[in-house]
């Protein structure tokens, strides 16, 4: 019974941290950017409005699994007062380190490409930066200090930013990937 409390809070935790964290990072500041309105595609190109539009329809599905991962996986939130309790290193986790701040920036690009609001461009550049930043003066070394070689052994075979073409399995491969 506790284990199913324990999923139950990550879950609720992990989707109120997902309505707080990309809901206004990847929803609310665009839409304050934009106001989600079409202009002229970027350079021209129409063929940029697909590009944003699959971006968008690959990217939403990739984040949401990432959160509920956490919560079922991990046993845990990605919020950082509430970590989880277990290393997550399944699903788009075995294609690269950081599939939800990848899915953001891409949901951010993609609505950039598909209204044609080169603001949004400018802005995923600097969000991205901003969760590099993130990424690598905080989370990295926090994981590292939490979950120490597991960490690391993930670390070394799976990609921080550009996914891997081909899962990288840890149980399988024993940790060699």
Not at 8 to 33: E, K, R
Not at 34 to 45: E, H, N, T
Not at 77 to 98: D, E
Not at 129 to 148: C, S
């Amino acid at each position: 019974m506790e284990k199913s409390m324990d999923r139950t809070g990550a879950l609720i935790g992990s989707a109120l941290f997902l309505v707080v964290a990309p809901g206004v990072v990847a929803g609310l500041v665009p839409w304050w950017l934009s106001g989600w309105r079409f202009a002229p595609p970027l350079l021209g190109l129409e063929a940029g409005r697909w590009l944003g539009g699959a971006l968008i329809v690959v990217a939403a599905p990739v984040l949401l699994e990432a959160f509920v991962r956490f919560a079922l996986e991990g046993r845990g939130t990605p919020a950082p007062v509430a970590p989880t309790k277990t290393l997550v290193v399944g699903g788009a986790y075995r294609f690269v380190r950081n599939p939800m701040y990848v899915a953001v920036v891409s949901l951010i690009l993609g609505q950039a490409l598909l209204l044609g609001q080169a603001v949004l461009l400018a802005y995923g550049a600097a969000a991205w930066l901003a969760m590099h930043l993130f990424v690598v003066f905080y989370e990295e070394p926090r994981l590292l200090g939490d979950y120490g070689q597991d960490y690391e052994t993930f670390r070394r075979h799976v990609p921080r930013w550009l996914p891997r073409l081909r899962p990288w399995r840890p149980a399988a491969s024993g940790g060699r990937g």
